[in-house]
């Protein structure tokens, strides 16, 4: 789901609007089993638009400094995980002073904004007019309390939001989402063969009424109950033979590929394994967020088994490592050996690529990290890392605030990184890591 988050100084409406957005199906994240508690989240359903909203309101208390402290942070972590910004004014106060910093945060983010002159009941709208001295657009004029300027806010709302997902509405569904899923490749690692295995076999275990459905792109199947989604690398192929520049489209192919899915199999042949151009397409995973796994296939041309796949995983550990504990699963694609165990790594990478860790344990995990190994000074002055919280899953990025930590240097955010994946068993997935400086 798209995330949209209500931002702006205490006392605004924000709460208010929350609750009127959310209404009575008010559903906390923390229904979910995993998902942080400490702020405020709902799903809406608002005319048609689903999104998830942020409520950065409540956090208001928790500290007197306000702007430097937490509040802050949870206001810049909500604007990092959000697809929107709903800005909140007080329409009968105008624009105050303290208006401005949060302004600043919004505008400096780049996340298109929302403007809502709210408090707005009965016309009253004079505040509404300097609104427009925020430089964030035209102004709503808007009531949380009464429920005035709704229509004007869908409107907003639909034309800022993001293309919904084609799969999202499935999600509700009993078996769930389907999980896409695509194997890439240098040409002749066996990634056809691959894929006819999986869904012949799967016409054997459902029988043919299940059938196959494919259109451009993919390919329907389930593993095991749970619904996939094949990224069809064939039909790339027929295409592309069209074409004739074969070596230019298989770097795109490859790129579409890769866009596609949640969960991309970088096949390698087992025989010719970590070309060049097999580390090519794992970067292109890694700078793309996906989820990865690797699998080796033709293993049954491998006559030393346990000793080359000893080798192959001290090479990705060597070779790759911002994907650090990826798994490596050997297979043979014609021969149907190891395709049940690649999946169980498919589904399992899903998982940690989807997971999110509460506020409160990152932030026990980084004092305890930053205990044991302190950042170092620069120029003299300590670097303080006050907060961490996750803002996003699909890969995993989190934020960190503190001070000066734009002088923290290489090895200690890459130590920070591999704390993070530790901490939270967070194997194989590329991590992402937002540094804040808060003064
Ligand atoms: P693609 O270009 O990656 O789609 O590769 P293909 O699926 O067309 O396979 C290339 C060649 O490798 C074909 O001759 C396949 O029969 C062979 N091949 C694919 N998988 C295996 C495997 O697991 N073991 C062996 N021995 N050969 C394989």
């Not at 004092?367 to 006050?386: C, D, F, L, W, Y």
């Not at 934020?399 to 994946?421: D, E, I």
């Amino acid at each position: 789901l798209p995330t949209v988050a209500i931002v702006g100084r205490p006392n605004v409406g924000k709460s208010t609007l929350f609750n009127r957005l959310v209404g009575r199906k008010l559903a906390l994240v923390d229904d979910r089993p995993g998902v942080t508690r400490d702020r405020r989240e709902g799903d809406v359903q608002f005319g048609g638009l689903s999104f998830r909203v942020i409520d950065t309101a409540g956090l208001e208390e928790a500290d007197d400094d306000t702007l430097t402290g937490r509040m802050r942070m949870q206001t810049e972590a909500a604007i990092l995980a959000a697809d929107v910004v709903l800005f909140v004014i007080d329409a009968r106060a105008g624009v105050l002073p303290a208006d401005q910093p949060f302004a600043e945060l919004v505008r400096r983010s780049g996340v298109p904004v929302i403007l809502i002159a709210n408090k707005a009941e009965g016309g009253a709208i004079a505040g509404a007019y300097e609104a427009f001295s925020l430089g964030l657009g035209d102004p709503i004029p808007f009531s949380a309390e009464h429920g005035e300027g709704l229509g004007e806010l869908h409107e907003a709302l639909k034309t800022t939001l993001p293309e919904p997902d084609p799969d999202a509405e499935d999600e509700d569904g009993p078996e769930g989402r389907p999980l896409r899923v695509a194997i890439v490749g240098r040409p002749n690692a066996g990634k056809s063969t691959l894929i006819n295995r999986m869904l012949g076999e799967e016409r054997l275990l459902v029988g043919p009424e299940a059938g196959i459905t494919r259109d451009s792109i993919s390919l329907d199947w389930a593993w095991r109950g749970r619904r996939i989604k094949l990224h069809d690398t064939a039909g790339m192929r027929r295409r592309a033979r069209i074409d004739d520049k074969l070596e230019k489209l298989a770097v795109s192919d490859g790129l579409r590929a890769v866009r596609f899915a949640e969960v991309v199999v970088v096949l390698l042949d087992a025989t010719i394994p970590f070309e060049k151009q097999d580390l090519t397409i794992v970067d292109l995973v890694e700078s793309e967020g996906r989820a990865l796994v690797i699998g080796l296939n033709k293993w049954d041309l491998v006559a030393d088994q346990p000793g080359l796949l000893k080798t192959l995983r001290e090479d990705c550990t060597r070779l790759l490592p911002q994907v650090r504990g990826v798994s490596v699963v050997p297979l043979s694609g014609l021969a149907g050996d190891g395709v049940d165990r690649l999946m169980q790594a498919v589904v399992q990478a899903a998982e940690v690529w989807d997971r999110r860790v509460s506020t409160s344990r990152i932030n026990d995990w980084l004092s305890e990290a930053t205990s044991r190994n302190p950042p170092p000074a620069v120029s003299g002055r300590r670097i303080k890392i006050r907060y961490a919280t996750q803002v996003k899953s699909r890969p995993p990025h989190f934020a960190l605030f503190g001070n000066q930590l734009n002088a923290l240097p290489k090895s200690y955010t890459r130590y920070l990184v591999n704390g993070l994946r530790e901490a939270f068993d967070l194997p194989g997935t590329p991590i992402r890591l937002s540094l804040r400086t808060s003064q």
